[in-house]
């Protein structure tokens, strides 16, 4: 799976950390999820779509 995670924080002037404290995660796992090292769950892909007010499949694709 791809996704903008990277993409949506530069455009929030935030860091990897600042995000992963607002979602109530890892920095290491918005990192993994970044790299497509790791699928974030159903849950936790809803939260980062709705943290930056746009859908789900503007964050993520399916390949």
Known sequence: ???KIKV???MHDLTQDA???ELGVTRQT???IEKGKYDPSLELAF???RYFQT???EIFSFE
């Open 19 to 21: 995000l992963a404290k």
């Open 1 to 3: 799976m791809k996704n």
């Open 8 to 10: 949506y924080r530069a």
């Open 30 to 32: 918005i990192l993994a």
């Open 55 to 57: 859908t789900i499949e």
């Open 47 to 49: 939260r980062i779509s």
